[in-house]
């Protein structure tokens, strides 16, 4: 619960024992907080120690652990039980029914059950609607019934939390990397059928096109030449792949078995880093900036070793460092193309992505793959899926 209205535990969860988790070696939190190891925001027991170590010591991506991603949210989970309780308990009881090959088992109905009731509990209790712990609780819901329940709960809790996000993003930073991360990774609903998005989608890789082509503008800005040409750690990261896992052969059962994740978290961050230098198309100082940063994470956490879309997208949307460099629009455009991008063939989503890594490659088109030709097979298709509605 957040600081001014926190309900007992007790009252909630199942309670019990004094525990220690392993990932609090990494984490350092408020002096306030009133646990003497400085760690968790609830006593567990041991079944529910078990799953926030299945969390911090298992559950990975096909990338490997991407330990600051599970850092950052874990963090931001203490901070409340509700959070706690539904973004790290809930999702590993959930995970491990999957990692088993079942739908669901006791513990996993128990614990989605609790969580649901605490968050209807808690929203009935809160003086603000857009508390950040509701906002928080009902993204982590989103994902889990993304990945192992229901579809439809899943678009309805992320409606949920995105219009509570809306008006407080700049307030809730976390919670801003959380809802987005978690949208642009959600199964797409649809198809494109509509010529309004085709155009959207053509005019975003026209301008893409231009700017690429801006020759003065990529003078000004060395890093702009440089950062995305082959064998560099942004290169390897957003190629299309193969590669290789660094999770241990025996430990891959606690792989994420969701394929689609690491190529939707690879055409986000094509996007949103395109989207990011289309912004700095006036600045190349704030390109460049931009640029530099992000290579600087990349190597603060080792993804030029280990490739990872998954952490990368995470980290495009955290707050850069450079208050200039802030833009809170950005992750809000880039969710609009890419609910669109989700919804195309996969031939088409892999044409989109690839014409994007040429344009930040400065790779001029080719017989295999260019902008007129995708706009061809963009229409046909549009128009094939008029022709249905006409016949339905």
Partial sequence: MSSTNKEPAT????????????????????????????????????????????WTTKLAYWSGQNNHMKIAAFRQAMLSPMTF??????????FRAHASGLKETPQSIQ????????????????????????VMTFAALSLQEERYGSKERAAEHMNQAMVRLRPRAA?????????????????????VRDAVEASKL????????SAAQDYHFIYQAPLRRTAFQFST?????????????????????WVVN??????????????????????????????????????????QHNLD?????????????????????KDPRRAWVVGDIMGIVQRLPALLKYQFSELLLRFLMLRPPDLEISLDKFEVALWQHVNSQLVVDCHE
């Fill in 111 to 134: 614990y989605t059950s609790t969580a649901e009731r605490s968050l209807l509990r808690y929203i009935q209790a809160a003086s603000d609607p857009y508390d950040e712990n509701i």
């Fill in 85 to 94: 309780y539904v973004t790290i308990l809930t999702y590993c009881a959930r």
């Fill in 11 to 54: 009252e909630i969860y199942p309670a019990l024992n004094q525990t220690y988790c392993s990932l609090c070696n990494q984490i350092s939190l408020r002096t306030s907080r009133l646990d003497p190891f400085g760690t968790l925001p609830m006593e567990l027991t041991d079944e529910s120690q078990q799953l926030a170590d299945c």
């Fill in 233 to 253: 750690p942004l290169h390897l990261i957003l190629s299309s792949g193969p590669h290789p896992s660094p999770v241990p052969k025996e430990e891959r059962k």
């Fill in 305 to 325: 070793r280990w490739a990872s879309t998954e952490s990368l997208l995470w980290m495009l949307l955290e707050d850069p460092s450079n208050v200039d460099l």
């Fill in 202 to 209: 053509s005019s975003f890789l026209r301008i893409a096109q």
């Fill in 171 to 191: 307030d809730y930073p976390f919670q801003n990397v959380f809802v987005h991360y978690v949208r642009y990774t959600m199964s797409p609903c649809g198809v």
């Fill in 258 to 299: 969701c394929g689609a994740v690491h190529d939707l978290c690879r055409v986000a961050s094509l996007i949103y880093i395109t989207s990011s230098i289309l912004d700095y198309r006036l600045s190349p100082h704030k390109c460049n900036l931009f640029l530099e940063e992000l290579l600087l994470k990349i190597s």
